[in-house]
């Protein structure tokens, strides 16, 4: 059973950090083709990766160099709460609001690294992220309210199981809603427009990430890619059903993230303040009107 769990962790890892950096190589794809553009490959996150870890790194410090790491083992736990098709190494070990809290190991992190180097760019970035996750943590707490008081568990895990039996939770009225406010969140999530704040190159040359070279810059991307998975993941888990072997939950996921490229592509970035007004008004109001019906239904 040990070896069987470990093996488990290990391919979970591997195969969140080889679907993420494909979603990453993907995405610089797909939008350089609908720029008329050809774009890079697809494989070059993890050229960049290898490049990257192979040049020369510059620390500012010690809080600098634990607060990547901190931030890339945050993201590690988390994937070990969810499922993977039939693999979830702790699906004993807690549920969805351990996965929330979990999740905000990942922006404090980040937020010591580049405290640590003291640019005023990275404070910027900084500040917009946290402020980021203050408008989509309110939806997202409600969203996740709202299932485990249909599903009457915290377990995920018992969540997707329960849906291979009454189907899709996006096929039933209470959580469509807050399916459709968890789309709404996604690219807040994901940083991608018109939630495109935290490195917006043209405004503050990517923000957090300004003072990541070498090695630093290489574990930020896998971190980057991890959220990407940890992000899609969730969605797919709780509103899709999950999935019965990876190969279908992998899809499930391509089908989500496409989908998210395009509105990316045709969208303008939000100020802060829209972003923040943006959250906090249609996808809490959706989520908070699914928690009602759900409440009241049930």
Known sequence: MVMNTILEIIIIILLAAIIGLFFLGL??????????RYGPPIAQPVIDIIKLFNQT??????????????SLSGSVVVLLFLPLGEMCPLSSSGGLLVILYCMLIAPLGLALSGGEAANPITSIGISRKFLLAFGYELPLLLILLTVMTHFNTISIVDIVNMQLQT????QHLPLLLSGIAYILILPAIL?????ELIQAPQEISSGPMIEYGGKFLALATIQHA???FISLSLFTNLFLGGAENPGYFFLKMLIVFIILLFVNAVTPRFRIEQA?????????????????IVSVTG
Not at 191 to 195: E, G, T, Y
Not at 279 to 289: G, M, N, Q, V
């Open 27 to 36: 995405s610089r794809k797909i939008m350089a083709r609908i720029h008329w």
């Open 57 to 70: 790194s510059m620390s500012h410090g010690k809080l600098f160099n634990f607060g990547i790491i901190f």
């Open 167 to 170: 189907g899709w939770s996006f």
């Open 191 to 195: 940083d991608l427009r018109p939630f």
């Open 226 to 228: 991890f959220n990407v």
């Open 276 to 292: 923040i007004k943006f959250l906090w008004r249609w996808p809490a109001l959706l989520a908070f009107a699914g928690l009602i």
